[in-house]
């Protein structure tokens, strides 16, 4: 199911104020004089008038009418308002809590490996050591990465990539839900990766997948959904989505002379944690967490950015740097302009200024810039990656922002039929007081059978009938 930015709510509902006491004042007032007035116009001239059915008819019945009057006015004027109110906001509060936390779902960074042909680049680039490095259509290359002794180049990156992440890689094989996704040029690499593995006794045998450059897995929306639909997902693909994922990307030129190579070289590992093995271990620290992607064509990429300031996945202040790479023509000018008609005060760092042109490993490339330097309090980073027609774009944050829909006192309802019950008591005892019959009769008998209806339907609206048909209605018209 396609995910809607925008939140699936309206405004909150209102019941209004309930009536004003004078009204019941009032109200008090008028049928006390009328019942009194009546009592004593009908009653017998030889029969004194203070006795107990003076009593019974000008005070007493009057009174009980007045309580029953009361409570179907206040029923109709504001509770029952209130009641369908309460249960609208009610699920307007979970469909909203809802949307944000899905608004706000990604995946944990653990941690990384980033090989750059330029020393600390994340660092550098954001000016905190060194200058910014300036190559521009400069194809670069991994220095200090060659192969030895019959190792390749693509086993001596893979070697580098998985070193760091030893202890972390061995503690997830260890809890039986972790594979290995592999985009890179060739799908035979899998065989590097298992012997490197191999080599720094890594336990067991992990589960590698290929993924050629050319599919876009995307991440934070799709990954460990398990969605069958995913461009990751293949024959070989597990049950269930793994809580660990190692993803491994690289691209290395070829060492033919007469080839010139036109991107540069670069190379990242990001163990990934699910959202369930993270609400499961909420201990585990990580480095920044991925947030769900909004895509967008060319030409729509301020409605798209705007979506996504909208949605407040974090505070807009607190996203400082804007990441981006591989973006050209009309995609690039639109994710600039669109950035820079939004009302975020951040510094720009374009991926192809500083290393060159890009080969697909960019994609991960930049979001491990971006989740190094969110983790070293430089604060939310926004990422601009290319798509088909267009741009993807998503938020890097240190910390995964807790859902903050407040709770309101007005949303609460009773499910016992208070009001409602005290009328139909108020009716019973005026009309016994007021019947003609000495002795029970038909008249009481019936008169209570219908009462005690009465009384059910109104458990039976307030605990189920009522909130089944708001909610619906809700959901209905909010889809």
């Given at each position: 199911m396609k995910f809607h930015w925008a939140p699936p709510v309206r405004d909150e509902w209102s019941a209004g104020k309930p009536p004003p006491v004078w009204l019941y004042v009032a109200l008090f007032f008028l049928i006390e004089f009328a019942f009194v007035a009546g009592t004593v116009a009908t009653s017998p001239?030889?029969?004194?008038?203070?006795?107990?059915?003076?009593?019974?008819?000008?005070?007493?019945?009057?009174?009980?009418?007045?309580?029953?009057?009361?409570?179907?006015?206040?029923?109709?004027?504001?509770?029952?308002?209130?009641?369908?109110?309460?249960?609208?906001?009610?699920?307007?509060?979970?469909?909203?809590t809802r949307w944000k936390r899905k608004v706000r779902s990604g995946v944990a960074v653990l941690d990384s490996v980033i090989l750059a042909p330029e020393p600390d680049l994340a660092e550098r680039m954001l000016k905190l050591e060194g200058s910014p490095p300036e190559n521009p259509g400069r194809v670069m290359r991994l220095d200090g990465i060659e192969g030895a002794d019959g190792v390749s180049r693509e086993r001596a990156v893979i070697e580098r990539l998985l070193t760091p992440l030893a202890a972390r890689l061995a503690h997830a094989m260890r809890g039986g839900s972790f594979d290995i996704v592999m985009q890179c040029e060739r799908a035979e690499s899998y065989v590097d990766v298992q012997a490197v593995w191999a080599q720094l006794q890594l336990p067991g045998k992990p589960r590698i997948r290929w993924l050629s450059n050319d599919k876009d897995p995307g991440f934070a929306d799709t990954w460990f959904e398990g969605d069958p639909d995913t461009a990751y997902a293949d024959s070989f693909a597990p049950a269930t989505s793994p809580k660990y994922r190692l993803v491994l990307a690289w691209h290395l030129n070829g060492a033919a002379p007469e080839v010139q190579p036109d991107t540069s070289e670069a190379a990242v590992a990001l163990l990934l944690g699910s959202p369930a093995l993270m609400q499961e271990k909420p201990q585990l620290k990580c480095q920044a967490w991925l947030l769900r992607q909004i895509v967008a064509d060319a030409d729509e990429v301020d409605k798209a950015l705007a979506l996504l300031l909208a949605a407040e996945q974090v505070p807009h202040e607190r996203i400082r740097h804007f990441w981006y790479g591989r973006l050209k023509g009309l995609a690039l000018h639109a994710t600039l302009g669109a950035v820079k008609e939004t009302e975020l005060k951040v510094e720009k760092h374009a991926l192809d200024s500083a290393v060159g042109p890009q080969a697909p490993v960019a994609r991960w490339f930049l979001q491990a810039l971006a989740a190094k330097m969110a983790h070293f309090g430089q604060g939310a980073q926004l990422v601009a990656l290319p798509r088909p027609n267009g741009a993807a774009l998503n938020v890097v944050v240190k910390d995964k922002p807790a859902v903050d829909v407040p709770w309101k006192s007005a949303?609460?309802?009773?499910?016992?039929?208070?009001?409602?019950?005290?009328?139909?008591?108020?009716?019973w005892t005026f009309t016994i007081l007021m019947s003609p019959h000495e002795r029970w009769d038909t008249f009481e008998t019936v008169l209570t059978i219908v009462i005690g209806i009465l009384a059910l339907l109104s458990f039976a609206w307030r605990i189920y009938l009522g909130p089944r048909l708001y909610t619906n209605e809700v959901l209905r018209d909010y889809g």
């Amino acid at each position: 199911m396609k995910f809607h930015w925008a939140p699936p709510v309206r405004d909150e509902w209102s019941a209004g104020k309930p009536p004003p006491v004078w009204l019941y004042v009032a109200l008090f007032f008028l049928i006390e004089f009328a019942f009194v007035a009546g009592t004593v116009a009908t009653s017998p001239n030889e029969k004194p008038i203070v006795s107990d059915d003076f009593l019974r008819t000008a005070l007493v019945a009057p009174f009980v009418l007045w309580i029953a009057v009361s409570c179907v006015l206040y029923a109709s004027m504001y509770d029952s308002r209130a009641f369908e109110a309460a249960v609208k906001n009610t699920v307007r509060w979970h469909l909203l809590t809802r949307w944000k936390r899905k608004v706000r779902s990604g995946v944990a960074v653990l941690d990384s490996v980033i090989l750059a042909p330029e020393p600390d680049l994340a660092e550098r680039m954001l000016k905190l050591e060194g200058s910014p490095p300036e190559n521009p259509g400069r194809v670069m290359r991994l220095d200090g990465i060659e192969g030895a002794d019959g190792v390749s180049r693509e086993r001596a990156v893979i070697e580098r990539l998985l070193t760091p992440l030893a202890a972390r890689l061995a503690h997830a094989m260890r809890g039986g839900s972790f594979d290995i996704v592999m985009q890179c040029e060739r799908a035979e690499s899998y065989v590097d990766v298992q012997a490197v593995w191999a080599q720094l006794q890594l336990p067991g045998k992990p589960r590698i997948r290929w993924l050629s450059n050319d599919k876009d897995p995307g991440f934070a929306d799709t990954w460990f959904e398990g969605d069958p639909d995913t461009a990751y997902a293949d024959s070989f693909a597990p049950a269930t989505s793994p809580k660990y994922r190692l993803v491994l990307a690289w691209h290395l030129n070829g060492a033919a002379p007469e080839v010139q190579p036109d991107t540069s070289e670069a190379a990242v590992a990001l163990l990934l944690g699910s959202p369930a093995l993270m609400q499961e271990k909420p201990q585990l620290k990580c480095q920044a967490w991925l947030l769900r992607q909004i895509v967008a064509d060319a030409d729509e990429v301020d409605k798209a950015l705007a979506l996504l300031l909208a949605a407040e996945q974090v505070p807009h202040e607190r996203i400082r740097h804007f990441w981006y790479g591989r973006l050209k023509g009309l995609a690039l000018h639109a994710t600039l302009g669109a950035v820079k008609e939004t009302e975020l005060k951040v510094e720009k760092h374009a991926l192809d200024s500083a290393v060159g042109p890009q080969a697909p490993v960019a994609r991960w490339f930049l979001q491990a810039l971006a989740a190094k330097m969110a983790h070293f309090g430089q604060g939310a980073q926004l990422v601009a990656l290319p798509r088909p027609n267009g741009a993807a774009l998503n938020v890097v944050v240190k910390d995964k922002p807790a859902v903050d829909v407040p709770w309101k006192s007005a949303y609460d309802y009773s499910l016992f039929p208070r009001t409602e019950l005290v009328g139909c008591m108020g009716v019973w005892t005026f009309t016994i007081l007021m019947s003609p019959h000495e002795r029970w009769d038909t008249f009481e008998t019936v008169l209570t059978i219908v009462i005690g209806i009465l009384a059910l339907l109104s458990f039976a609206w307030r605990i189920y009938l009522g909130p089944r048909l708001y909610t619906n209605e809700v959901l209905r018209d909010y889809g």
